[in-house]
């Protein structure tokens, strides 16, 4: 199913008492999942680098009009019906980003393909309302109905207790990484 098609879910708050709707991010809301994927990198490692940024917009930008393309990312709005600029797309409370990878068949993986959540954030004064779960849900049922069998990412201690409740686990796989 093409991410364009999805229509908005609406999930339970029950931290809050209400309920939560998620949307497929569209290409005018690649500003402010910059913005999201900032506030989650400042967390990790505090950085004043922002040359990165506008070939982030306009990556984004191009990778959300792709009908069936193999980026996903999920949002939901901030309640107040704020707008990143005036006359602009809505404001963001939270997104969760992933990709799906094909490689090579193999076994429990006939289809060779695997997912990575690479960018899960809430503004800070959105937190504690259940958005980055919504957020979290939609993104692992676009990955079932893809049909992908492995999912990884890389947990902050903050948002570890979020992914092991949705499932994930803590593995230990040699990894090496080549940076130039």
Not at 38 to 57: C, E, G, H, N, Y
Not at 82 to 111: M, Q
């Amino acid at each position: 199913m093409p991410l364009g098609s999805v229509p908005a879910m609406t999930h339970p708050s029950p931290a809050l008492n209400h309920s939560t709707t998620v949307r497929p991010a569209a290409p005018e809301d690649a500003e402010e999942l910059v913005r999201l994927r900032k506030i989650m990198l400042d967390a990790l490692r505090p950085s004043d680098d922002v040359t990165w940024q506008p070939f982030a917009v306009a990556d984004l930008r191009s990778r959300l009009a792709e009908p069936d393309g193999d980026l996903a990312v999920f949002v939901v709005d901030r309640p107040d019906g704020a707008r990143a600029r005036a006359g602009g797309a809505p404001a963001l409370a939270a997104c969760a980003a992933g990709t799906v990878e094909r490689r090579l068949a193999g076994p429990g993986n006939p289809l060779g393909l695997s997912g990575h959540v690479f960018n899960v954030a809430t503004d800070p004064g959105m937190r504690r309302r259940g958005y980055s779960r919504a957020c979290m849900t939609a993104l692992l049922a676009w990955y079932r109905e893809r049909g992908v069998p492995r999912i990884d990412l890389h947990a902050s201690v903050d948002g570890e207790p979020l992914y092991a409740s949705l499932g994930f686990v803590r593995h230990r796989e040699p990894a090496m990484r080549l940076s130039y």
